[in-house]
């Protein structure tokens, strides 16, 4: 299981705004940049706590730039601002099965994470609750670890109106911020010290690019 931590403050920004950001930054930063990133969540939590909370789900899985094999499974948590996640890549017959309402295998995983999932699922009837959709770039090298990432596409579908095509590219969404903005994220990492790292059995991953992307 790897992790990551951060505090991060966003702000909606023009698209004229964002492409002079985006093309300064190209100049300094040059292969610190990972371009065009797409990240499609599955999310899984309560409706009433996402209702009450307008927060991200507790758990999702994670597919990114429509690869198969790229397919974490994550768990995000907030604390006095600071936003935590853990991952774990998965198999697409894992993501399968999660999707597909199939628990019992995770009973008895060696992971962590999976069985932590299990519990939740198990003791708080997490369900399901939406399918959203990131397409960003991500700069992953400014000022040792800070990173930046433009949001230049959200989308989101309705529950009511998926049918389980969630690797599907052309799966109908809705776009929830206009084609002329784009949401600018500056995103201050947190060092994890590695006596902590062995404590809680996780591998810090504050500058890894997948740690970045999620």
């Given at each position: 299981m790897k992790c990551t931590a951060y505090f991060e403050e966003n702000e909606l920004i023009t698209y004229?705004?964002?492409?002079?950001?985006?093309?300064?930054?190209?100049?300094?930063?040059?292969?610190?940049?990972?371009?065009n990133v797409t990240i499609?969540?599955?999310?899984?939590?309560?409706?009433?706590?996402?209702?009450?909370?307008?927060e991200n789900a507790l758990f999702c899985i994670v597919m990114k730039n429509f690869q198969n094999n790229?397919?974490?499974?994550?768990?995000?948590t907030i604390d006095n601002g600071m936003i935590f996640k853990s991952f774990i890549k998965i198999s697409k017959k894992e993501a399968d099965k999660i999707l597909n309402g199939q628990m019992?295998?995770?009973?008895?995983?060696?992971?962590?994470?999976?069985?932590?999932?299990?519990?939740?699922s198990m003791i708080n009837k997490l369900e399901l609750v939406s399918i959203s959709e990131t397409s960003k770039d991500v700069c992953t090298q400014i000022r040792g670890f800070d990173g930046i990432v433009f949001k230049h596409s959200i989308r989101n579908t309705r529950i009511d109106e998926y049918d389980g095509q969630f690797f599907d590219a052309n799966l109908p969404m809705i776009d929830m911020i206009n084609c002329d903005s784009v949401l600018y994220s500056y995103?201050?990492?947190?060092?994890?010290?590695?006596?902590?790292?062995?404590i809680v059995h996780i591998q810090s991953s504050p500058v890894s690019e997948v740690a970045y992307s999620l």
């Open positions: 004229d705004k964002y492409e002079n950001a985006i093309n300064k930054l190209s100049v300094v930063e040059g292969e610190g940049i990972r371009r499609r969540k599955a999310n899984f939590g309560t409706f009433k706590e996402c209702a009450e909370n307008g790229e397919l974490y499974l994550e768990k995000r019992q295998w995770m009973k008895h995983s060696k992971s962590v994470l999976i069985h932590d999932f299990y519990l939740e995103r201050r990492y947190i060092h994890i010290p590695q006596a902590v790292s062995n």
